[in-house]
């Protein structure tokens, strides 16, 4: 039988300060998230300045509980992980330092792990049985993407955002709307009283790059929209307008997801990153997947957003592979997916 690896992961590429341990990349003993998010509420969204000086004050705690719960010294580790891209820079710095010296002291492994390919590896936890070759769309804050998973940490990006993140695209609208932030959980609770045919959004379409997604035009027509009813005197139905724009990106996101499976010739569709907890797309692309007979995969909501289970689940993989980082490595904020 093969020795277990137990890897202690640390996420703080934005405001979320994590950190977990996770066994053999798919067991997570401890997964500790403390969020920002109330601070930053207060500026209407992320501060990076502040986000840093947060991380800074949480880490140690974070990591010292994560150890705890998981009944784990850092004697007991096999190495250390840590996201240095992307991310906000002096966000991400503070993980990167703080991993560095964990393996400097301990001379443990320093793994270092793509933010992205953390989302995505989030499916390994709950889905024991999943195994690349998969299609994952990768939805969060700052990226939209169509990847498909080759293998363990090989990835083929299939098809991008042209504009805005689809939840960029959540937390502009919300702002609009007058939700606050962040908008995606309040734009989803909303939307189950409105009606989604209510108001007839654009879905774009890009012809020469079918997979490719576009947001911008969606959230300047929700803005018309808005500001025409406002100019008319008319009221503004907020649940109506909050479910016809989740409609719209939840169908361009079924159906750019559909069509990457079927052109891969593959069978199994996976969804990754904060917007993969919206209540409403999941449900359509499940629903989807059973029309083709696609199998349908998917973290819980806790594992959508960021958290550092999933940098450990990522972690595994590379470190099975024999990827190891040297005490110069650095944050990159715009790292690019499959980069080193
Ligand atoms: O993956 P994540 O936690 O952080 C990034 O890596 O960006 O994603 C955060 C994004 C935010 O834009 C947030 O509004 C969105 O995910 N989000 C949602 C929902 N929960 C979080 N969007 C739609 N519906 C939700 N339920
Ligand atoms: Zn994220």
Redesign the pocket.
Known sequence: MEKDIKILAIES??DETAAAVVKNGREVLSNVISSQIDLHKLYGGVVPEIASRKHIEKINQVIGEALEIADTSLEDLDAVAVTYGPGLVGALLVGVAEAKAISYAKKLPLVGVH?IEG?ISANYIENKDLEPPFICLVV????THLVKVKEYGVYEILGCTRDDAA??A??KVARAIGLGY????K??RLSKEGNPNAIPFPKAKIAEAPLDFSFSGLKSAVLNYLNGCRMRGETVIEADVAASFQKAVVDVLTEHAVEAVKEAGLDKLALA???A???ALRESVQRACRENGFRFFSPSPLL???NAAMIGAAAYYEYKKGVRHGLDLNAVPGLKLGER
């Open positions: 590429s934005c933010h989302h969060s804050g700052g990226h939840g960029e959540f937390d962040p908008g995606g959980p734009i989803d990153g904060g917007v907890s919206n209540s959508c957003t960021d």
